[in-house]
C-alpha cells in the first residue's frame, strides 16, 4: 500500500521535530508559512514535489527517505542536534549543515548508480572511557594516533594526501565553508555513512590539522553524539584528546626527533658515556660546541614542511618533545610572530602547506569525476549532472566547455 | 484547465521550451488545436535568462501555457524516485505524464528517454521537430518557416536529423 498524505506529514513533523526546526523555521526554508507547514504535517494541506525537495534539503536528508518502507526518525543532523544546543540558533552553521548533508546524499547516490562498493569502514575503533583530566586525554590522544599509524603502516613519515587516507579507511570527506568558528563536523549516518567535513574557508595547515582532529573523533568517539568542533570547545576533554591525536598523527614524536637530529640538532650540549671493562669504568665525555644544539626558527620552518604543519604547531610539538626549553621556546615563538618565520620559509622555499595546495579542491575534484562518470554512462541526465555541478560552484558554461572537451557533449 | 476527451495533454520540459523561445514560437504551443501544454513549476524555475523568463512568465499569465504540480502522492514518490538520476525539471515532468496519463514533450536523449519509454512508452514523447511538424499540419506556420526555425536551432547545437520539414510530410 502507497504511503497516505497523513503519514507523508508525520514523517515531516517527525524530521523537523529531530533536527529541533520549529514550523516557522521550516516554512522559512521551504516558502511556506507556519500555518501551511502546520496543514501539510496534519495530511490536510498536499505538499508539492517543489516544497517538498526544499522541506528534505532543510531537515538534512535525501527526498526518498520520506517515501522508505521504514521510515528512519532520527538521522545525521538530527544526532548533530542531540549534541549541540546552539545549532539552531546558529543559522549559517545550520545552511553548511544542510549543504553538507546534500552532498553526502548526492555522493551517496552517485557511488550506488556507478555501482562502486563504497569499502565498508575500514577504521579501528578505540574504546576508550571519557578522559578524566587533560592530561589523561593527551596522552590517550597520542596512544591511539601512535597505535593508528602503526595500524596503517605509516611508520614515522609524513603524510601525503590525508584526505585520500581518509577515503580508503571508508571515511567520506569534504570540504564546506563553514562559520569561522567551527572548523570541522563528523556526520553519521546509515544513508551517507561516516562524513567529515572541514571548514572550506580556513587556510590549508589547518584544514589538515581538522582533517586528522575529526579523524581522531572517528576513531575514539564514533558511538558519541559529535558536536562540531568548535574554537570555543577547545578545552572540552575529547576535544583536547582530538587535539593530540591529530599533532601526534600529524607529526609523530619520533619522525620528529629523527628529523630535527637529522641536522645535528636536539642532542644535549653536554654527553657522558662510561665504558666499563669488567673490572673498571672509563668515563668519556663529549661536549657540543656551544650553541650548535640551539634550534633555529628555520629548523622549524623545515619541519613544519616536512610534515605538512604550522610553523607554529611545529613549535609547540618541539617544546611538548622537550626538544627545546620553555626559554627557547618564547624566542622562536617571538621571531615567528614578528612575521621572520614567513621570511624564511620564503627563502626556503619551504611554506606550511605543499607548494601546490590542492586540498581544497580534492572533494570537488572527487564529486565531479563521479558527476562525469555516471553521465558518461548513462546513469544520469545532462540536467541532473548540471545540478551536481552547481552544488560545487560549478556554472552551466564551464560545464558545457568541459564535456566539450572531454568528447562527453 | 480546460480540457476535453480527444484534448492531448502535454507536460513540457525546460530544453522544448527553450528551443521554442530562441525561435521566437513559443505562442505556437498555444495556437495547436487539439493540444494543452502544460508546465511544471520546477521547469519554470529552471528557465534563467531574463528575456526568456518573461516570455515564458506572459505565456503562463495569457493562459496558453498552463502551469502543473507534483502533489497527489503517487506522482510525489515516483518524483522522489527519479530525482536519483534526472533534474528537478526533468523528474517533475515525467512524473506527472506517468502519473497522469499524459505526454511529454523533451528533447533530452539518453538516460531519460529511455526512463521515460519505460513510464509512458515511445508514442507519448514529443519532441521539438514533432511540435513544428504538427504546426505545419495545423497549417500554423509553413515548411520554409519550419526549415528557417530549424536551422536557427542548428546554430543553438541543437540539431534534427532530417534535412527538410518536407522530408517528413
Known amino acids: ?409 | 484547465m480546460a480540457t476535453n476527451a480527444e484534448t492531448i495533454v502535454v507536460v513540457t520540459d525546460a530544453n522544448v521550451l527553450i528551443n521554442l523561445l530562441r525561435i521566437g514560437q513559443l505562442p505556437l504551443l498555444g495556437k495547436l488545436d487539439a493540444y494543452r501544454f502544460l508546465v511544471p513549476e520546477e521547469v519554470v524555475a529552471e528557465v534563467t535568462d531574463p528575456d526568456q523568463r518573461e516570455a515564458l512568465s506572459s505565456a503562463l499569465a495569457a493562459g496558453y501555457l498552463g502551469q502543473a504540480v507534483v502533489d497527489t502522492m503517487e506522482s510525489l514518490q515516483l518524483f522522489a524516485e527519479l530525482r536519483d538520476m534526472m533534474g528537478r525539471g526533468e523528474a517533475a515532468c515525467l512524473a506527472l505524464a506517468a502519473t497522469m496519463g499524459c505526454h511529454i514533450a523533451s528533447d533530452e536523449k539518453k538516460r531519460f528517454r529511455r526512463r521515460a519509454v519505460e513510464l509512458i512508452g515511445e508514442e507519448r514523447i514529443l519532441r521539438t521537430e514533432g511540435i513544428l511538424l504538427e504546426a505545419i499540419r495545423q497549417g500554423r506556420i509553413s515548411v520554409a518557416e519550419a526549415d528557417g526555425f530549424k536551422e536557427a536551432l542548428a546554430a543553438n547545437r541543437y540539431s534534427m536529423p532530417f534535412q527538410s520539414f518536407s522530408d517528413l510530410l
Not at chain 1, 528512519?72 to 553538507?100: I, N, P
Not at chain 1, 604543519?309 to 611538548?320: C, E, Q, T, V
Open chain 1, 1 to 409: 500500500m502507497g504511503l497516505t498524505r497523513e503519514e507523508l506529514g508525520r514523517r515531516i513533523r517527525s524530521a523537523r521535530e529531530s533536527c529541533g526546526l520549529t514550523q516557522e523555521q521550516l516554512g522559512e526554508f521551504a516558502g511556506l508559512s507556519r500555518v501551511a507547514v502546520g496543514q501539510i504535517e496534519a495530511g490536510t494541506r498536499s505538499v508539492s514535489s517543489l516544497e517538498l525537495d526544499r522541506i528534505a534539503h532543510a531537515v538534512g536528508r535525501d527526498i526518498k527517505s520520506f517515501f522508505a518502507e521504514s521510515f528512519v526518525e532520527r538521522d545525521a543532523l538530527a544526532a548533530l542536534f542531540r549534541s549541540d544546543a546552539q545549532l539552531a540558533e546558529q543559522g549559517d552553521l545550520l545552511k553548511a549543515l544542510q549543504d553538507s548533508l546534500a552532498l553526502g546524499h548526492e555522493l551517496t547516490n552517485l557511488e550506488r548508480l556507478l555501482e562502486i562498493d563504497r569499502v565498508q569502514l575500514l577504521t579501528a575503533s578505540y574504546e576508550l572511557a571519557i578522559p578524566k583530566s587533560r592530561w589523561d586525554a593527551i596522552q590517550l590522544g597520542q596512544k591511539v594516533a601512535t597505535e593508528e599509524r602503526q595500524r596503517l603502516g605509516l611508520g614515522v613519515a609524513p603524510i601525503g594526501d590525508l584526505s585520500e587516507l581518509l577515503e580508503a579507511q571508508g571515511v567520506r570527506t569534504g570540504a564546506v565553508a563553514l562559520p569561522e568558528n567551527i572548523s570541522g563536523l563528523t556526520l553519521v549516518d546509515d544513508t551517507i555513512g561516516v562524513f567529515v567535513v572541514i571548514n572550506a574557508r580556513h587556510a590549508a595547515v589547518r584544514r589538515r590539522f581538522s582533517l586528522a582532529h575529526e579523524y581522531g573523533h572517528v576513531l575514539m568517539d564514533r558511538g558519541r553524539a559529535l558536536a562540531p568542533s568548535r574554537a570555543e570547545n577547545r578545552s572540552d576533554l575529547l576535544e583536547v584528546r582530538a587535539n593530540a591525536f591529530a599533532a601526534e598523527f600529524l607529526m609523530p614524536a619520533e619522525g620528529v626527533e629523527q628529523f630535527v637530529l637529522a641536522f645535528g640538532k636536539g642532542g644535549a650540549s653536554r654527553t657522558q658515556i662510561a665504558v666499563f671493562d669488567e673490572a673498571e669504568a672509563v668515563q668519556v665525555e663529549q661536549r657540543a660546541a656551544p650553541g650548535s644544539q640551539d634550534i633555529q626558527l628555520y629548523d622549524v620552518a623545515l619541519l613544519a614542511h616536512h610534515f605538512g604543519a604550522s610553523r607554529i604547531s611545529a613549535l609547540y610539538r618541539i617544546k611538548n618533545l622537550r626538544l627545546i626549553d620553555e626559554r627557547e621556546f618564547q624566542r622562536l615563538k617571538t621571531e615567528e610572530d614578528s612575521g621572520a618565520g614567513q621570511t624564511i620559509a620564503n627563502f626556503l622555499a619551504a611554506p606550511e602547506a605543499p607548494l601546490e595546495d590542492t586540498s581544497r579542491e580534492d572533494f570537488r575534484r572527487r564529486f565531479l569525476a563521479l558527476a562525469l562518470e555516471a553521465y558518461r554512462r548513462e546513469e544520469i541526465t545532462r540536467s541532473k549532472l548540471a545540478e551536481l555541478a552547481a552544488m560545487v560552484h560549478l556554472g552551466r558554461n564551464e560545464l558545457g566547455a568541459a564535456l566539450a572537451s572531454a568528447k562527453l557533449d
